[in-house]
């Protein structure tokens, strides 16, 4: 079966620090891993990944992907309030299909 | 550019009673168009997926339907709702696939629906 795990599942860090938020997969036909950014309502996407050892980057926030292991990692720095969301990991498969993970809630305190 | 409406932002409503929510988009055409539905503590979990009109996948089998009428209005529905119905009901869409990769989903402001 299809699965995406997050971790941690919650965090709370301080202004300022820096946060790495991981996610492992286990998606059959794999075609893409995607990072989202959720606060209120809906999920805003944040990257894209398909390409092993490339980072992303926009901004604070980086992501990079290894497909031999089967992992991604995002990485915020110098965090700001305004980070404080829920953070989604998605396998993308097949043609059609995300498999979502539940997501690690980050509270960034001022 | 591309917008996605879905209405209403929330919900509340008697076990046994109908359900009708209601995702269009505009400024595509022929788009891949998605239910989720978000349980507290859960990822989401994909309910119906359609490619085109009056064509679509059910991934879970429960007491939901979704109907794609026109091109780009995907509706779900329900006629007699349950308690384990409430949760956060979420439409997206994308671009159709091809053949590729798969790009990414942008999502509606969700449905926020309680089941009393």
């Known amino acids: 079966e299809d699965k995406v795990v997050q971790s941690p599942l919650s965090l709370v860090v301080h202004e300022g620090d820096t946060v790495t938020l991981n996610c492992s997969y286990e998606?059959?036909?794999?075609?893409?891993l995607l990072w989202y950014k959720q606060e209120k309502k809906a999920p805003t996407f944040l990257f894209m990944l398909t390409s092993s050892g490339i980072e992303k980057k926009s901004g604070r926030l980086s992501s990079i992907l290894d497909k031999k292991e089967l992992f991604s990692i995002l990485n915020i720095t110098a965090t700001q309030t305004g980070d404080s969301a829920i953070y989604l990991c998605v396998g993308a498969s097949g043609t059609y299909k995300y498999i979502f993970g539940t997501g690690t809630r980050l509270k960034v305190l001022a | 550019s591309q917008t996605i409406h879905q209405w209403p932002a929330t919900l509340v409503q008697p076990v046994g009673s109908p359900l009708s929510l209601e995702c269009t988009v505009e400024?595509?055409?022929?788009?891949?168009l998605y239910w989720y539905r978000q349980a507290a503590g859960r990822g989401l979990q994909l309910l119906f997926y359609?490619?085109?009109?009056?064509?679509i996948s059910s991934e879970v089998p429960q007491n939901l339907s979704a109907s794609r009428p026109q091109d780009r209005q995907f509706i779900l529905s329900s006629k007699k709702l349950l308690l384990s119905d409430s949760g956060f009901y979420l439409c997206a869409w994308r671009y159709p696939s091809g053949g590729g990769f798969l790009g990414e989903a942008f999502f509606g402001q969700g449905t926020r629906l309680t089941v009393v």
């Open positions: 998606v059959t036909n794999f075609r893409s």
């Open positions: 400024g595509t055409s022929n788009p891949n």
């Open positions: 359609s490619i085109g009109i009056d064509q």
